[in-house]
């Protein structure tokens, strides 16, 4: 693990491993960090913040750029540990990390454009101004489907912002993101502004979280892992961002291009192996199209091509880990109890591996299970509508929020659907596109606060108003101003 600049073991000595989900055997075992070890990290990040801190933007965002240079250059072989660790395609994940460069970019030129204000004050003898500051230590905890990515969201407008870090990845793919911790160093990092704690949710994750030394917690996970991490940074108050699950809505009207909205309900959940925070795993289809597409999604999911995550040719990897291969085959189990329609896939795929059919459900009405539950595996549930209207209810009647598809060819349909969806992104006719200009988060269950864009930086600092009073006057001490 990385703390405080050193690479160091476990207090307690003890090793887990990590699984290669393609195989379904063991690959590489990290240490299992406890309270102790928590602990050492948080102090490290206090000590680093005394100086970080008070570096200028200037020199945070030429280190920041430092970083970024580093990650275009070593994308591919960060791309193949978290690959094997994860099972993501490494088709997905070298230009996922090669991408990676520009969020640490972007935030790079962020970090000296944030500042604070003078603000008009309404007495003559003041003056008023706010400046930002550093929040202080950071707690990022990521999941297992886009470690090294997800990590970043938070990494870069924390650094950027004058915050230092404790990254806490998933037990089930922890390894890119120590390779990835690897880079700070040589990009020039003072020790301790990047840390790396690896371990169990309730060993580690939890007395990171509750920890009095840390002043957000940035986590992506499920929400019922979210509800438990806002419970524990209320109790000293720490900040929260939760970027959590959903069940998002890929809305299809007559009117689309059919082929390209066929290709994007492809996108949304069969990409990475629906292992996606925004998956689009609930398709609502108008009328007059909606036999003739799930039709052509049954037969383009079955020539999906599955095996081996490391080979470019591959389509669709294996899930992320045995627990989770088996939630999501009773997930399936459980629809076709349901009464829901299997059109495609619905069995395990072949191989030693955690592998999964891209499965198709028809028939399904928004009260089922398949309709509200997240599954966050290749399981699609297809509705129909036969109005505008009914699409905005069907596609709102969610306890989540926090993505979209439309696809038609009527702009004024696509503003005015963009208008009524309750969720923090809308694509139109597209899917799964982000960047780190463009804010992401969820409405609802699927989160508080938005990572990305420019107000990301701002959720890492604190917000200081300086009254400076102007003439020496005595006033009445018994009033207030
Ligand atoms: P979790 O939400 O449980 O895990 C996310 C991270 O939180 C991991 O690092 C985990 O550690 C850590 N964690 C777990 N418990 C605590 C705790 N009490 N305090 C602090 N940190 C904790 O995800 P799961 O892997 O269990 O997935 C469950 C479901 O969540 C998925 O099936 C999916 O529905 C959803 N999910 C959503 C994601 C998203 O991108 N929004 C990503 C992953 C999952 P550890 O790994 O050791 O448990």
Redesign the pocket.
């Known amino acids: 693990m990385l703390i405080g600049g050193s690479w160091v073991e476990a207090r307690s000595g003890e090793r887990f491993e990590s699984v290669n989900p393609y195989l379904g055997t063991p690959w590489a075992t990290v240490p299992r960090a406890g309270a102790a070890d928590v602990d050492a990290a948080v102090q490290a990040a206090r000590a680093a913040f005394v100086d970080w801190s008070r570096t200028t933007p200037v020199a945070r965002g030429k280190l920041l750029r430092r970083l970024a240079d580093l990650i275009a250059e070593r994308a591919s072989s960060i791309a193949r540990v978290e690959t094997t660790d994860n099972g993501k395609l490494i088709r997905e994940m070298e230009g996922q990390l090669r991408g990676l460069a520009d969020y640490y970019h972007y935030f790079a030129g962020a970090a000296d454009k944030v500042g604070g204000e003078t603000l008009p004050a309404d007495r003559d003898n003041f003056f008023v101004y706010t400046v930002r500051e550093p929040l202080g230590v950071v707690a990022a ?6 470690p090294v990515l ?1 990590a970043s969201w938070k990494i870069a407008p924390a650094l950027a912002a004058g915050c230092c870090v404790v990254v ?5 793919a922890p390894c890119s993101t120590l390779e990835f911790a690897a880079l700070f160093e040589e990009a020039g990092f003072p020790p301790g502004v990047m840390n790396v704690v690896t ?8 007395p ?2 509750e920890h009095p030394g840390v002043d957000k ?1 940035a ?8 509800r ?2 806002m419970r ?1 940074a209320a109790s000293h108050l720490a900040r929260v961002t939760l ?4 069940k998002s809505p890929n809305v299809v009207f007559a009117d689309a291009d059919l082929d390209a909205a066929a290709n994007g309900v492809v996108a949304g959940i069969f990409a990475a192996t629906g ?4 998956a689009g795993s609930r398709l609502l289809v108008e009328d007059a199209v909606h036999d003739e597409l799930v039709e052509r999604l049954a037969a383009r999911a079955a020539s999906i091509r599955m095996g081996d995550p490391l080979d470019p040719e591959t389509e669709m990897g294996p899930v992320a880990f045995e627990g ?1 291969l088996q ?1 999501v085959l009773a997930a399936i189990a459980s629809a076709s109890d349901e009464g829901a329609r299997l059109v495609a896939g619905g069995t395990r795929g072949d191989g030693p591996g955690y592998f999964v059919r891209p499965t198709i459900f028809g028939d399904v009405t928004n009260d089922m299970r398949l309709a509200r539950e ?4 290749p399981v699609l549930a297809a509705l129909r509508f036969s109005s505008e209207e009914e699409a905005v209810a069907l596609a709102n009647d969610t306890a989540f929020g ?1 993505a979209a598809g439309v696809w038609t060819r009527d702009v004024q349909r696509a503003h005015r659907m963009a208008r009524a969806l309750r969720a923090g992104t809308v694509w139109v006719n597209a899917y799964r596109a982000v960047g780190p200009a463009a804010p992401f988060g969820g409405y609802k269950d ?2 508080i606060g938005r990572e990305n864009g420019i107000q990301a930086i701002t959720g890492y600092t604190e917000t200081k108003t300086v009254w400076i009073e102007l003439t020496g006057a005595t006033r009445d001490p018994f009033q207030l101003g």
């Open positions: 905890i990521t999941p297992w489907n886009s997800l806490k990845p998933a037990e089930q371990g169990f949710g309730g060993e580690a994750g939890a990171l979280v917690v986590f992506t996970g499920g929400t019922a892992t979210g438990a991490v524990g970027e959590l699950g959903g292992q996606t925070c925004m989770h939630g997240e599954i966050f595996g926090l699927s989160g």
